[in-house]
């Protein structure tokens, strides 16, 4: 009985390994936001948390798309609108404008999005390049996401978190 | 292999800081050569770094030591006079030292560096009698040098010695010094180098303990009573130093633990910041007494916590002294020069980034002294100054700051010919020559490219040195004062912050933006009236008291939006830098506060003018002002705006329909809201709520809505009406915005604060709809054809 007991114990384990590796394979998470009328999504790694916003303090001598710096729990981080970035114009924050606060190895700053939409699990065959006519080095955008009824663009967070004036 | 990496870390450490002590001690040596304890030490390090490195097998560092042990042991023995010759080579064996100690600590190897020369200079000077061994084994050598070592303690016992064997071996130390020196003399002038008066040896020698006093002077003595203070003491001191109550930690664990406190001080301002407000609110109550002893005790704590975490990273300054010696030694004898070097005040203690940084800014303003500041010795006597220049380097403590002063008693700087110079260089034109003060003039050194040597040595000249001083000074908030009198010399102070985390500031208000500016460049505060700012040359300038003071407003250098209305007044931070004043135009000055200096990392890093932020009591972060930059900035700012009238954005758009008007209701009772609502829907008009003066506040700052009134409640919690209506008339924008109360009280003085906050019409509830429709109607200009 304890054999069999075993043997299906095992079975469900070396499953289970399986099960864990078709995810880790093949499946990249990220987090999709809205910007504007697009969306976009950031690998879920790169995330260090998203806060509802607050008060922050402008920095002279930048532009205008670097609102200012904003204390997190000590730290002072700069805290980048989007919207200015992507040549939108500036919007006023209302219920829905959360600031994403993005991390890769010492570099952190805050980016303002219009909107979450959700966590994102795509399989990496369905991320295509990004187009053409956009690529090369210099461009934000690591790949598009298609999805049964979208289109997501995944940004590079590298870039993101690049100086660039 | 982990292991011997730790071992190897730990010989490292250990050598660096034996060779540090080395060049201190080796030029002392020189100017006292009977000095056996020091002498005894110099060997003892030798030794040591010897028998690590054979242990090791760093053969090539063994092989140097080695050599430099036998030099060292002669004179230790009294068989060899440290002349200034010997102590070049003796140097310039230790400088190899530490370069292999250098490439071992990159390679873990000492290959690649060729010892061969110096080792056989060594040679030379201890070869007169060939007793060593050249290459014994390392092993065997420890036990001998163990031996001579117990020898050693005996040797002060000359006086026990019989006097024939005294005879005896003061006639054979002669013969074999005269030897030595006639061997070395030769080789010397073989080398086609100039040689130096060589120290006749006196036929008569007492005792051979005494028997080594140099004839010739020395040049490098450093003041006596720093000198001899570390040497009384030797006896005592030196041997202890292992048992010394120390532990090693990392820097880092320090610069963590500094981090901790930096947050732990934002809290207790914020702790203080909410204790008054709880005070403001709850006057009177019982339980206030002990939350203020709770704090007292906190913010008591922390600073003394701040201030012992503060200590452990500090580091005496003769850290860095150390090095001067040694390198006045080396300049005196290249430049041919005679220039001693005092140096006082060596225990003061700065922070250990503070003191990594000034060691070069000294390097180059000693150098500069001893090339350009003191005159060679025949001009010196020439003039009736002693042939020996003499360089003072001085560290105390002024106050909040550490200031290291270094005076030569050379020619001086001669401000015309540092103006001409500067001219010549293109540095500065004419007219800002002629109005530069002597002061000014001074400060031209500091100039990248400026140099006044005629030619470029090995020393100075290139025009770089003084602009280090000047970089690495201002990278700790430090200041520079030169003052100098032709002919007597030069006297430079450069005055430094005790340490880099927490400094003093004040903090000053423009419109509705707060900046922190170091207390330490703040002379003075000023109010002054618009009348006393006058314009000369498209500058703003001020009288203050006998002198004139140029202006900058502190929006025009921030680019601060002028929302707010200017008002009649406003305050003027007077700001010093060295000799440079400004005077810095604020709307508000806020107080002194104690500020943890944050940087605003890589993403924002080099923004003109900010030197990096903290964090408030309240949380929110305030920007910290860069004065140095500042100062630079204010250069290219033209006549301040403040005078004149910001255009108030025209509003008046053009009104094409009933629901063009907009009409802010501002009221906590939601009954009251629908009141207002029910009497003003029929009109057609666009209405806003909001159920607070802090709420209305904030509409109005979005503007999202061009507002055309609003009617007002005078009771609401967090804001009332009255508060609400002077913050609103603060603004430009809605200077002209008519304000409606509408409320409950009918007193005549309720009313009278109302005129004075600024509302144009007093309701008083209850009202009928048609009344408040009227008002509203009145104040908005409402087209008739509308309804």
Same mark, same amino acid.
């Given at each position: 009985?304890?054999?069999?007991?075993?043997?299906?114990?095992?079975?469900?384990?070396?499953?289970?390994?399986?099960?864990?590796?078709?995810?880790?394979?093949?499946?990249?998470?990220?987090?999709?936001?809205?910007?504007?009328?697009?969306?976009?999504?950031?690998?879920?790694?790169?995330?260090?948390?998203?806060?509802?916003?607050?008060?922050?303090?402008?920095?002279?001598?930048?532009?205008?798309?670097?609102?200012?710096?904003?204390?997190?729990?000590?730290?002072?981080?700069?805290?980048?609108?989007?919207?200015?970035?992507?040549?939108?114009?500036?919007?006023?924050?209302?219920?829905?404008?959360?600031?994403?606060?993005?991390?890769?190895?010492?570099?952190?700053?805050?980016?303002?999005?219009?909107?979450?939409?959700?966590?994102?699990?795509?399989?990496?065959?369905?991320?295509?390049?990004?187009?053409?006519?956009?690529?090369?080095?210099?461009?934000?955008?690591?790949?598009?996401?298609?999805?049964?009824?979208?289109?997501?663009?995944?940004?590079?967070?590298?870039?993101?978190?690049?100086?660039?004036? | 292999?982990?292991?011997?990496?730790?071992?190897?870390?730990?010989?490292?450490?250990?050598?660096?800081?034996?060779?540090?002590?080395?060049?201190?001690?080796?030029?002392?040596?020189?100017?006292?050569?009977?000095?056996?304890?020091?002498?005894?030490?110099?060997?003892?390090?030798?030794?040591?770094?010897?028998?690590?490195?054979?242990?090791?097998?760093?053969?090539?560092?063994?092989?140097?030591?080695?050599?430099?042990?036998?030099?060292?042991?002669?004179?230790?023995?009294?068989?060899?006079?440290?002349?200034?010759?010997?102590?070049?080579?003796?140097?310039?064996?230790?400088?190899?030292?530490?370069?292999?100690?250098?490439?071992?600590?990159?390679?873990?190897?000492?290959?690649?560096?060729?010892?061969?020369?110096?080792?056989?200079?060594?040679?030379?000077?201890?070869?007169?009698?060939?007793?060593?061994?050249?290459?014994?084994?390392?092993?065997?050598?420890?036990?001998?040098?163990?031996?001579?070592?117990?020898?050693?303690?005996?040797?002060?016992?000359?006086?026990?010695?019989?006097?024939?064997?005294?005879?005896?071996?003061?006639?054979?130390?002669?013969?074999?010094?005269?030897?030595?020196?006639?061997?070395?003399?030769?080789?010397?002038?073989?080398?086609?180098?100039?040689?130096?008066?060589?120290?006749?040896?006196?036929?008569?020698?007492?005792?051979?303990?005494?028997?080594?006093?140099?004839?010739?002077?020395?040049?490098?003595?450093?003041?006596?009573?720093?000198?001899?203070?570390?040497?009384?003491?030797?006896?005592?001191?030196?041997?202890?130093?292992?048992?010394?109550?120390?532990?090693?930690?990392?820097?880092?664990?320090?610069?963590?633990?500094?981090?901790?406190?930096?947050?732990?001080?934002?809290?207790?301002?914020?702790?203080?910041?909410?204790?008054?407000?709880?005070?403001?609110?709850?006057?009177?109550?019982?339980?206030?007494?002990?939350?203020?002893?709770?704090?007292?005790?906190?913010?008591?704590?922390?600073?003394?916590?701040?201030?012992?975490?503060?200590?452990?990273?500090?580091?005496?300054?003769?850290?860095?002294?150390?090095?001067?010696?040694?390198?006045?030694?080396?300049?005196?004898?290249?430049?041919?020069?005679?220039?001693?070097?005092?140096?006082?005040?060596?225990?003061?203690?700065?922070?250990?980034?503070?003191?990594?940084?000034?060691?070069?800014?000294?390097?180059?303003?000693?150098?500069?002294?001893?090339?350009?500041?003191?005159?060679?010795?025949?001009?010196?006597?020439?003039?009736?100054?002693?042939?020996?220049?003499?360089?003072?380097?001085?560290?105390?403590?002024?106050?909040?700051?550490?200031?290291?002063?270094?005076?030569?008693?050379?020619?001086?700087?001669?401000?015309?010919?540092?103006?001409?110079?500067?001219?010549?260089?293109?540095?500065?034109?004419?007219?800002?020559?002629?109005?530069?003060?002597?002061?000014?003039?001074?400060?031209?050194?500091?100039?990248?490219?400026?140099?006044?040597?005629?030619?470029?040595?090995?020393?100075?000249?290139?025009?770089?040195?003084?602009?280090?001083?000047?970089?690495?000074?201002?990278?700790?908030?430090?200041?520079?004062?030169?003052?100098?009198?032709?002919?007597?010399?030069?006297?430079?102070?450069?005055?430094?912050?005790?340490?880099?985390?927490?400094?003093?500031?004040?903090?000053?208000?423009?419109?509705?933006?707060?900046?922190?500016?170091?207390?330490?460049?703040?002379?003075?505060?000023?109010?002054?009236?618009?009348?006393?700012?006058?314009?000369?040359?498209?500058?703003?300038?001020?009288?203050?008291?006998?002198?004139?003071?140029?202006?900058?407003?502190?929006?025009?250098?921030?680019?601060?939006?002028?929302?707010?209305?200017?008002?009649?007044?406003?305050?003027?931070?007077?700001?010093?830098?060295?000799?440079?004043?400004?005077?810095?135009? *604020?709307?508000?000055?806020? @107080? &002194? !506060?104690?500020?943890? #200096?944050?940087?605003? /990392? $890589? +993403?924002?890093?080099?923004?003109?003018?900010?030197?990096?932020?903290?964090?408030?009591?309240?949380?929110?972060?305030?920007?910290?002002?860069?004065?140095?930059?500042?100062?630079?900035?204010?250069?290219?700012?033209?006549?301040?705006?403040?005078?004149?009238?910001?255009?108030?954005?025209?509003?008046?758009?053009?009104?094409?329909?009933?629901?063009?008007?907009?009409?802010?209701?501002?009221?906590?009772?939601?009954?009251?809201?629908?009141?207002?609502?029910?009497?003003?829907?029929?009109?057609?008009?666009?209405? *806003?709520?909001?159920?607070? @003066? &802090? !709420?209305?506040?904030? #509409?109005?700052?979005? /503007? $999202? +809505?061009?507002?055309?009134?609003?009617?007002?409640?005078?009771?609401?919690?967090?804001?009332?009406?009255?508060?609400?209506?002077?913050?609103?008339?603060?603004?430009?924008?809605?200077?002209?915005?008519?304000?409606?109360?509408?409320?409950?009280?009918?007193?005549?003085?309720?009313?009278?604060?109302?005129?004075?906050?600024?509302?144009?019409?007093?309701?008083?509830?209850?009202?009928?709809?048609?009344?408040?429709?009227?008002?509203?109607?009145?104040?908005?200009?409402?087209?008739?054809?509308?309804?």
């Amino acid at each position: 009985m304890s054999d069999k007991l075993k043997q299906i114990i095992n079975q469900q384990g070396d499953q289970h390994k399986t099960d864990t590796l078709d995810q880790s394979d093949d499946i990249v998470q990220l987090v999709g936001f809205v910007i504007g009328d697009e969306e976009y999504a950031v690998p879920i790694l790169a995330i260090q948390e998203i806060i509802k916003p607050f008060s922050w303090t402008r920095v002279p001598q930048v532009p205008h798309y670097i609102l200012g710096v904003f204390n997190l729990r000590g730290s002072v981080i700069p805290l980048i609108d989007l919207r200015v970035k992507f040549g939108l114009p500036s919007k006023n924050h209302n219920d829905e404008t959360r600031f994403f606060v993005l991390k890769q190895d010492d570099e952190v700053a805050g980016f303002v999005i219009d909107r979450l939409t959700m966590a994102i699990r795509i399989k990496k065959e369905n991320i295509g390049p990004a187009p053409d006519t956009i690529n090369g080095n210099d461009t934000m955008i690591d790949g598009v996401g298609k999805q049964e009824d979208r289109i997501i663009t995944i940004l590079k967070v590298d870039k993101l978190l690049e100086r660039d004036f | 292999m982990d292991e011997f990496q730790e071992i190897l870390q730990d010989f490292l450490v250990e050598s660096f800081e034996l060779v540090e002590k080395l060049d201190e001690d080796l030029v002392e040596l020189e100017n006292t050569p009977e000095d056996l304890e020091l002498l005894n030490g110099i060997f003892r390090v030798a030794h040591t770094v010897k028998g690590a490195s054979s242990f090791l097998n760093f053969d090539v560092l063994t092989h140097l030591t080695h050599h430099m042990e036998d030099v060292l042991n002669k004179a230790r023995h009294g068989d060899l006079i440290i002349t200034p010759d010997i102590m070049d080579v003796i140097l310039e064996s230790i400088d190899l030292m530490k370069a292999l100690l250098n490439t071992i600590r990159d390679t873990s190897a000492d290959a690649g560096i060729d010892v061969a020369e110096c080792v056989m200079k060594l040679d030379k000077i201890s070869g007169g009698d060939g007793v060593v061994p050249v290459a014994a084994a390392p092993v065997i050598e420890k036990e001998e040098v163990v031996a001579e070592e117990t020898v050693a303690e005996d040797e002060p016992d000359y006086d026990n010695m019989d006097p024939d064997e005294l005879e005896a071996e003061i006639e054979r130390l002669l013969t074999q010094r005269q030897e030595e020196d006639k061997a070395k003399r030769n080789a010397k002038i073989e080398a086609g180098e100039t040689v130096l008066a060589a120290p006749e040896v006196q036929e008569e020698i007492p005792k051979p303990v005494t028997t080594p006093v140099p004839v010739q002077k020395i040049p490098v003595t450093p003041k006596k009573e720093t000198a001899e203070a570390p040497k009384a003491a030797a006896p005592t001191k030196r041997t202890p130093a292992a048992v010394e109550q120390t532990i090693r930690v990392d820097v880092k664990r320090l610069d963590h633990l500094m981090n901790l406190i930096g947050e732990l001080v934002l809290a207790k301002n914020r702790l203080i910041k909410i204790n008054d407000d709880v005070e403001e609110r709850y006057e009177g109550e019982e339980f206030l007494e002990e939350l203020n002893q709770v704090v007292s005790i906190v913010s008591l704590v922390t600073t003394d916590l701040q201030i012992a975490v503060m200590k452990t990273r500090m580091l005496p300054i003769g850290k860095v002294f150390n090095k001067f010696p040694r390198m006045i030694r080396d300049l005196t004898r290249e430049l041919n020069k005679k220039i001693e070097l005092e140096i006082s005040g060596e225990d003061t203690e700065l922070d250990k980034s503070i003191v990594e940084e000034i060691g070069d800014p000294l390097v180059h303003i000693i150098r500069n002294s001893c090339d350009h500041g003191i005159e060679i010795p025949d001009v010196r006597s020439g003039q009736g100054k002693s042939e020996t220049g003499i360089i003072t380097l001085k560290a105390y403590n002024e106050g909040n700051q550490i200031v290291i002063q270094i005076d030569d008693d050379g020619k001086g700087l001669d401000p015309n010919m540092l103006k001409d110079k500067a001219i010549e260089k293109g540095l500065i034109t004419e007219k800002e020559a002629d109005n530069m003060s002597e002061k000014e003039a001074f400060l031209l050194i500091m100039r990248p490219g400026f140099s006044t040597a005629a030619a470029v040595t090995n020393v100075s000249g290139r025009g770089v040195g003084m602009d280090v001083v000047k970089t690495n000074i201002d990278k700790v908030n430090g200041i520079i004062d030169v003052e100098s009198k032709i002919g007597e010399g030069t006297s430079m102070k450069l005055k430094i912050p005790l340490t880099l985390a927490i400094i003093q500031a004040l903090l000053v208000g423009v419109q509705e933006e707060y900046y922190a500016i170091p207390l330490a460049s703040v002379l003075e505060t000023v109010r002054i009236s618009k009348e006393e700012i006058y314009t000369v040359e498209g500058r703003s300038v001020m009288r203050l008291r006998d002198d004139v003071l140029s202006l900058v407003h502190i929006g025009d250098i921030f680019e601060v939006e002028r929302i707010l209305d200017a008002t009649e007044h406003a305050y003027v931070v007077v700001l010093g830098l060295g000799a440079t004043k400004l005077g810095l135009i *604020v709307d508000t000055l806020v @107080g &002194q !506060e104690e500020i943890v #200096i944050k940087s605003l /990392g $890589d +993403y924002l890093k080099g923004i003109e003018g900010v030197a990096g932020a903290t964090i408030r009591g309240d949380g929110g972060v305030t920007l910290i002002v860069d004065v140095v930059a500042l100062m630079e900035m204010a250069k290219g700012v033209k006549a301040t705006a403040m005078i004149e009238a910001t255009s108030s954005e025209s509003v008046s758009t053009e009104k094409n329909k009933a629901s063009d008007y907009t009409v802010m209701i501002v009221d906590d009772s939601k009954t009251d809201r629908m009141i207002m609502r029910k009497a003003l829907e029929p009109l057609g008009v666009t209405l *806003v709520e909001a159920s607070d @003066g &802090q !709420e209305a506040l904030g #509409i109005l700052k979005q /503007g $999202d +809505y061009n507002f055309d009134t609003m009617l007002v409640d005078i009771e609401m919690p967090r804001m009332d009406g009255y508060t609400l209506a002077t913050e609103i008339k603060k603004y430009n924008k809605y200077k002209n915005l008519p304000l409606i109360a509408v409320t409950s009280r009918t007193g005549k003085s309720d009313r009278m604060r109302g005129v004075e906050s600024g509302m144009v019409e007093y309701i008083t509830k209850p009202y009928s709809a048609d009344y408040l429709s009227t008002v509203v109607q009145r104040n908005i200009n409402f087209k008739s054809e509308f309804l």
